[in-house]
């Protein structure tokens, strides 16, 4: 998570948007409430905006073909297209190969 967060905000002037999702809330592992889940991005630093999913995580799962269970990180174009994907933690050398999609 640092390394995104150190290219959200490295690629913020370029138009590129680094954005976290939480899936806790439909399956709730670390929070169970948004409150719960803003104080841990707050705790731990994390300067990239954060979504809480809270919707069908099973459908969620179905319609972007997730590796069962977070980390994974998707690529996607204006468009909504995905252009790749990291499953697992990732590392900035694999962050950066899959940001070259966008040149």
């Known amino acids: ?20 999702v ?9 929070v169970k409430t948004a409150e719960q889940l803003g104080a841990f991005v707050e705790r731990h630093g994390y300067e990239l905006p954060v979504v809480a999913f809270s919707g069908d995580l099973e459908a969620l799962n179905a319609r972007l073909r997730l590796p069962g269970g977070p980390p994974v990180t998707l690529l996607f174009d204006r468009d909504g297209n995905e252009l790749g994907r990291i499953e697992g933690a990732g590392e900035r050398v694999e962050f950066e190969a899959l940001l070259a999609k966008l040149r």
């Open 22 to 30: 939480s899936l806790d809330l439909p399956d709730p592992a670390q």
């Open 1 to 20: 998570m640092p390394e995104l967060v150190q290219l959200h905000k490295e690629l913020a002037a370029r138009g590129v948007r680094v954005v976290a």
